[in-house]
């Protein structure tokens, strides 16, 4: 099915240092979710984003809806130990459908 | 409250087997879905059920059979598995008024013998 280019896919950095990732489509999206992922367990959602150009943070977590609503960004600043895992946008295309893309992933790890 | 419970959290089942996978939320969502997650891919969507209607099927093969008993109960059959059926399977809810964030419950972890 249809994926959501999602860059980059795996980084590996040191305790401490920002970290950016971005979610891009074809597709104008109505919807951005971030989620995180630890292994075995369900994406817990980090933070929702509904206008374009919408700046959202939680934490030391901050999103933001692109302002041609094809693409997203997550940033996580001073990273921690606990931040490692894989990070998944997903987007609503259009209102009304309960369809939801999701990116292929960016793999995070952090380095003591 | 923004939990989704998913029953049981492991399940082993050989490919004759018949098992049951369940799933319940109490956020008042109208949306409930079924993913299929293989390890270090994203969640496939197989099914969603939007008041308590099933409104998408992936495609997924007719050994999968979901029920939605009420609004906020989900359930997934299983029948005459294969083992590469073996999987994270998650359900997950969407859809309060003004909202669409979905939610997912911790996964079932099934492995077909």
């Known amino acids: 099915g249809q994926q959501l280019n999602q860059s980059p896919q795996s980084m590996f950095i040191q305790e401490g240092e920002d970290v950016s990732m971005n979610c891009t489509s074809s597709?104008?999206?109505?919807?951005w979710l971030w989620y995180k992922q630890d292994p075995g367990e369900g994406p817990v959602l980090l933070i929702a984003l509904y206008k374009a150009g919408e700046l959202t943070s939680n934490g030391r977590l901050t999103a933001q809806f692109g302002i041609t609503r094809k693409d997203s960004f997550l940033n996580i600043s001073a990273s921690i130990p606990s931040d490692v895992g894989i990070y998944f946008c997903a987007g609503l295309p259009t209102s009304g459908t309960y369809k939801y893309i999701f990116g292929t992933g960016t793999r995070l790890k952090v380095l003591a | 409250d923004t939990e989704v419970t998913q029953t049981p959290k492991h399940l082993v089942m050989g490919m004759t087997n018949k098992k049951s996978l369940k799933c319940e939320q109490h956020?008042?969502?109208?949306?409930m879905y079924w993913y299929k997650q293989k390890a270090k891919k994203p969640p496939e969507l197989m099914f969603v059920y939007s008041y308590e209607k099933l409104s998408i099927n992936e495609s997924v093969p007719s050994r999968f059979s979901p029920e939605c008993p009420n609004s906020s109960l989900l359930n997934l059959h299983l029948h005459a598995l294969q083992p590469e059926d073996s999987a994270l399977y998650l359900c997950?809810?969407?859809?309060?008024?003004?909202?669409?964030?979905?939610?997912f419950g911790p996964g079932t972890r099934l492995t077909v013998t």
């Open positions: 956020m008042g969502h109208r949306a």
């Open positions: 597709s104008i999206f109505n919807t």
């Open positions: 997950a809810s969407s859809g309060s008024v003004g909202s669409y964030e979905q939610y």
